[in-house]
Nanobody, 120 residues
């Protein structure tokens, strides 16, 4: 069993900052790519940012220069630092990760989601 626990969502103001965290736990041999996705009301879930185990990152154009994804491999944790937040960043943010379990089976897992609301 592999579980992702997200934290750090909430209410912020336009131009302000928020920081999300997501920790993977359970029967894990190794955590590979970790990422954040978001889904706004009435819209499809979209990629926000991903980071490989080696630290290579990919960002959606809409967040480049404002958001920073990072990870701590020792803690199996990924972070999303959200700066210069905009009201259009309001969404439920989901953590996603690819792991190899202790039994060798690869598994993609989603977190339960954390609400981020940015007021104007």
């Amino acid at each position: 069993q592999v579980e992702l626990v997200e934290s750090g969502g909430g209410l912020g103001q336009a131009g302000g900052s928020l920081r999300l965290s997501c920790a993977a736990s359970g029967s894990i041999f190794r955590v590979y790519t970790m990422g954040w996705y978001r889904q706004a009301p009435g819209k499809q879930r979209e990629l926000v940012a991903t980071i490989t185990r080696g630290g290579s990152t990919v960002y959606a154009d809409s967040v480049k220069g404002r958001f920073t994804i990072s990870r701590d491999n020792a803690k199996n944790t990924v972070y999303l630092q959200m700066n210069s937040a905009k009201p259009e960043d309001t969404a439920v943010y989901y953590c996603n990760t690819l792991v190899r379990r202790q039994d060798g089976i690869p598994l993609t897992t989603w977190g339960q989601g954390t609400q981020v609301t940015v007021s104007s």
